[in-house]
């Protein structure tokens, strides 16, 4: 594993070691990527040139098997499927994240199946920002974004 990584990204590598010790992990810190999608622009040419880029040293390694390792890269998975090939198989963690989600929200009881539902969304980041990749992600404009700060949440 490169030294370099930031830490949220040893996440995957050290948990698989641990359970299967012989399996070759590589790991690869692609920050356009969420720039990218961010900015709506999910099958680009430039979207192309920079995955190119980031996934070269994995393709070259023969991976079988690439976790995108952040939800922003569910945007990206045509683009990284069209150049990693068919026979690499890719692991999506936010479609687990949202199925988690669902449950936990069907535990306390705050699931509404039926009706019209407001859609809120919250960032620790610009509301303004986030609005306009949910408008290009989610094809509307019915919700509302709210900026939180985690420290009052904890």
């Known amino acids: ?83 990693m090939g068919p026979e690499v198989i890719l692991i999506d963690p936010a479609v687990s994240t949202s199925l988690t989600l669902k449950e936990v929200i069907i535990q306390k009881g705050i699931l509404k199946e039926e009706g019209k539902g407001e859609e809120n969304y919250y960032t620790t980041g610009s509301p303004k920002k986030v609005e306009k990749t949910a408008k290009i992600i989610l094809h509307n404009d019915n919700f509302k974004i709210k900026k939180v700060n985690l420290k009052e949440l904890e």
């Open 1 to 83: 594993m490169p030294p370099n990584l930031p830490p949220k990204m040893r996440a995957y590598p050290k948990e698989i070691k641990r359970i299967a010790p012989e399996i070759k992990v590589f790991s690869n810190f692609c920050p356009e990527f969420v720039s990218i999608v961010e900015a709506g622009k999910f099958t680009a040419p430039k979207t192309y040139e920079v995955a190119r880029e980031y996934l070269k040293p994995l393709k070259d390694a023969q991976i079988d098997t690439l976790i995108l390792g952040c939800t922003h890269y569910s945007f990206l998975k045509k683009v990284i499927s069209d150049i």
